[in-house]
Structure formats: C-alpha cells, structure tokens
C-alpha cells in the first residue's frame, strides 16, 4: 500500500470515527450508537434502572453520562434483573461524544395454567377471569379457553396467577418462571359464601320533586355470590311505603335506588325513611346460608332541597340579572360553560362604548355547607378587531329562609371581581366588590326575585354604585327558565341615565343524565347606546 492510501484511509477514519465507536454489539434493531459534539459517554437504556458496568466496575444505573473519560476502547456490560445481560465494546475519541441506546431484551418463560370448579352445585354458574401480576402491582387480563385453560408468556421470576369468578372464592397462585421453559399449574376454585355488604348511600337527604337524578337517592352495595333480594322502604312508624323484587345478583358490585315515591308513583311526606334490603343466596353451600341477609340504611326527605342549574355570571349564581337567595344543598355542585355573542358595552379609558365580542366563560358553583354556597366564574372577552381581555370573580351567599310553610327566601351574599384591560364580564357589573340582599316570594314552581346591591367599582372610586335587580323563575321537573332585569345607578356619572340590562334564559336538565343546556338572550341600554346579546351553554350538574 503506498503512501497515499494510507492517508487516506487516516483521513477517512478521522472523519468518520463512528465506525469504530462499537464493537460485539447484537442485531437488535433498537439500539443505536451516535457521534454527536462534545465528549465522553451517554448510556441510554429502555427499560431504564439498568446497572453499567465499565471495565467489570459498576458505574451507576441508567441513564447515566460519563463526560471525563479518555479517548479509548471499553468494555461495557449492561444488567438488570428480569432481563439478558448485554455486552459490548465501544471506543471514544477526544472530538466527539458516543451516545448509546440499548434495548434490553426480557428473560421470558411459559406457564401452562388450567382452572378447575371444586365440589360446587351444578347449577352456580362458572365464568372465571384471569390475570397476571408480576410484583409490579398492574394487574394484566387473559382470556380463557372453553375448558378454562390458558399458555401464557411471561417475565422470568416470581409472578402471581389470579383468578376470579363471582360466586367463587378468589384464588392466587405464585409461579416461578425459568427462561425458555413451560410450568404446569392447576388452580381450583371453592364456591364462596354467600355474603351483602360494604352498603353506600350516595345522598343523605333528597327531594323526590328534583329532576331525575337529582331527586334520587342511590345505595351500591357488594355481594359475594348470585342471590335475590327485596328492597323495602318504611316511614318512621314501620309502615312499607315503597316495595320492589331486585334482578338476582350476578356480579359483585350491586345498586338500588330510590326516588322518594310510594308504589303508586306518588311523593311521600317529608321525613326519615329506613330503607332495607333483604337477600337469600341462590345457591347455598352451607346451613348458615339458609338465612335472609339484611342491610339498612336511612334516608331523609326534605321539600326545601332545590337542585337546578342557576346562571353562573359574573360569579354570582341565579338569573342572569337577579340572583334569588336558592342555594344548593350541602355537597352539590355545578359546572358550565357558554358563549355568547352580539355587541356589549366595553370600557375604554375615553369612556364606554358598543363592540361585537364573542365572550366565553366556565363558572363552578358549589355547597360545601348547609345554606352556604360558594362560585367562581373566569371569563374571556374576544373581540372582532382581535383583541382579548379577561377577568375572574367570585362569591360567597348564606341562606337565611328558605321557603317552605313561611313562602319567603332570603339570603345575603358578597361577589368579588377582577379584570384587565376590556376584560370585565360582560353582564355582569364590572370590576369591583359587591354585597347583595336577594329576597324571592316563593309561589309552587315560580320566584319573585328582588336582589339590591351596592357595588364598589375599584379603582374607579370609593362612591358605590346602587343596583336593583327582579326576576322572575319558573322550575319545571326538568327545565327552569326566568326573566330578569337590573338598573345600575351609579353616583359618580349621570344618575338620570342609568345602565339598564333584561334579559331572557332557560335550563334544560332532561333525565336520566345530570347534564343540562342553557340559552339565554337580552339586551342593554346605556346614554341612548343599545345593544342585543344570545348565546348557549352546556354544564353537569349533581
């Protein structure tokens, strides 16, 4: 070989080093080995946590970056429990970094596992499931043959066999697995004792005259075995106001619901009800079994528990112009989300004027103590010439009369709101904190709302703007609807040219879900300035 081959064989390898970076590595088409700038070593593993071993010496698991090591040639031995070891050689030079990705290959073996029924009754049906567990804590589904076997291909080691069936106790078998070889395991299934429990109610307290849902009162309890039941409900004095045959049980979790009514479909009064469920085992397997199982539970109905969708505006929950002094009771909640669109009246520093936006929100409002009710509200105003403003608000209200046999409700309540440039919501006052006194004369389905306010418009002044609001809403068994209206008088501008705003809305909440649609429209006047808005909204609630 003369000369100039020999450099130019230095030259290629000089710039293409790489091909002498790794040596002894297998075929799998996951690993990779790259040159990229800088220098030293960086051992990327998939899965990771893989012990490294550099030169028999045990550097760290990975991922792992050795960025000191000298330009030279290494033996490098990857390791980890589960897994086949992995061995090769790499070379570093001084002008680059070797960046190494290696797929570790799962040490694997065959279990050959077949379910058997123990002595059981004939006719307790048998339809077992198999899964998997190896220590990780997931377990992992295998569907069965018709004569209950299954091959499975598992990791090497210890790994859990779980089999279930309902009306059969659980069993659980520990296999070890070797590499490359199938293991016999036979699993037997006993019929499990008939057993009711773990009972669950999901509302304390329910009104039967709510929508749905809303109106009822929902108990899941678990069983161990097929069964039939009966569900009783008695008033205080024992008398059976409500009674009905359950679907035999044929799974583990069960649940039964009552919705406030007698077998004649009719409210019953207000009061404590004991609801008592009472089952026997389809298929007994011992003497104790003969018994009838009970499980009781007490459930409460109350005429003054209302739950129905409300506008969230502004962070102050009612109608849209009106909030009446209704909360929600202790533990439920709503959510939603709307948009609206036509021309609002924006705020700029030379004063106000009418702009086409397009305004979305999401308002949450909930009840985490009796009579307390608690809502935020965020809202984004998008305008046609682009630009986008926002603002968050909030309130607080305590219900101090609530209807019932005295036809009036009353409530007080503080709202809080913040917004930037153009950001403020768009019906509601603005930025700024107000206290609110709504009082509603309660009629069967229908509220006469009248809500006054003070509202301090900050930074504006410490002078606060008065604002009187009326309303009237009408609750249907699966929609409300209202029209309301507020003039806002504010002392620092023109009290002979206040801000007006009406407006239209109803909620649908069709049963059987706890979903619910809005619609609302209206319009506004402010210094001979008039404007019309609609828009829709969609919302859960419970």
Known sequence: MNKSRIFSLFFFLCLFPSLLAARDVSDITADTFEETAGRGLVINTNPSAVRVFIDGVDRGSTPVTFENMRMGEYSIKLSKEGYRDRQFSVTLFNNSRLVVSIKMEELRGFVNVTVHKADSPQALPFNPQLFTDAFDGTLSAVSLTDDYKALLNLNAGCNFIIVRAFGWEEALEAVLISEDSTTAVDIYMRPAAFRIGALFRDRKRINPLNSSGLGNAEFPFLVMAPGSAVMTVRDTGGSVVYSRQLDDFDTWRQRVTWNGRDNNGNPVPEGVYTVLIEATPLFPVNEEETKIFQLTMESEVDYSINIFPLSLTGGTPGLMFAPPPHVLPSGSYQIEAEVLFGNFLFQKNTGETSIVGFPFAIGLRVSPFKRLETAAFFNVNLRVDSSIGWGISGSVKYNFLNGGAFPLALAAGVSYAWADMNGEDRLSPGRG??????????????????????????????????????????????????????????????????????????????????????????????????????????????
């Not at 709302?449 to 009326?470: D, K, N, Q, T, Y």
């Not at 002392?491 to 649908?508: Q, R, T, V, Y």
């Not at 706890?514 to 909204?537: C, E, H, P, R, Y």
Request: charged residues 15%.
């Open 433 to 542: 904190v107000g206290f609110y006194i709504p009082l509603s004369l309660e009629l069967a389905e229908f509220s006469i709302v009248i809500s006054p306010a003070i509202f301090w418009r900050g930074p504006e002044g410490f002078i606060p703007a008065l604002l009187l609001s009326a309303g009237i809403l009408y609750r249907g068994g699966w929609f409300t609807s209202g029209l309301s209206a507020r003039v806002e008088f504010d002392f620092i501008e023109n009290l002979s040219d206040p801000k007006i705003l009406a407006g239209l809305e109803a909620h649908f909440f069709p049963p059987p879900s706890n979903l619910f649609f809005s619609v609302k429209a209206g319009i506004w006047t402010k210094d001979s300035q008039t404007g019309g808005f609609g828009g829709a909204g969609i919302g859960l609630i419970y």
